[in-house]
């Protein structure tokens, strides 16, 4: 998030503040471009999306094990628990809402897809399996 990034939480009535802090340190700076595309995402989507992670501070266990930080710590990614065919439906969604970067675990109990949409230093577009 840049200093100039002001979320008016408002904007986006299925999702806030509370779920998108970041659980280790309790700060949320999420994007406003990227809360925008979401809220779009949830609008074309018309079902609940659980997020399981939204913003990461880099002091995040997660975030801290890597060699630079990743996408959650810029607000500009979440993990939503989806499996089967809503998260087929949800992928083709977020593709055509702008949505570049996608990580996705279909397996075990814990399925999610990652939604980003990138952040410095961070290929894109890319895809990838947990």
Not at 69 to 88: C, K, L, N, Q, Y
Request: hydrophobic share 35%; glycine share 10%.
């Amino acid at each position: 998030m840049r200093a100039t990034d002001v979320i008016d939480w408002r904007k986006y009535p299925n999702f806030s503040e509370s779920e998108m802090k970041c659980k280790h340190t309790g700060l949320c700076y999420m994007s406003a471009d990227f809360m925008d595309a979401l809220q779009q995402i949830r609008l074309a989507y018309g079902k609940p999306m659980v997020v399981t992670s939204g913003y990461r501070s880099p002091l995040h266990p997660e975030e801290a094990k890597k060699e630079r930080p990743g996408e959650h710590t810029f607000g500009r990614a979440v993990d939503i628990a989806v499996r089967g065919g809503d998260a087929v439906e949800l992928l083709q969604i977020a593709l055509a809402h702008g949505i570049t970067r996608i990580g996705v675990n279909q397996k075990g109990k814990s399925r999610f897809l990652h939604l980003g949409m990138g952040a410095p230093g961070l290929p894109s577009p890319m895809i990838w399996s947990y």
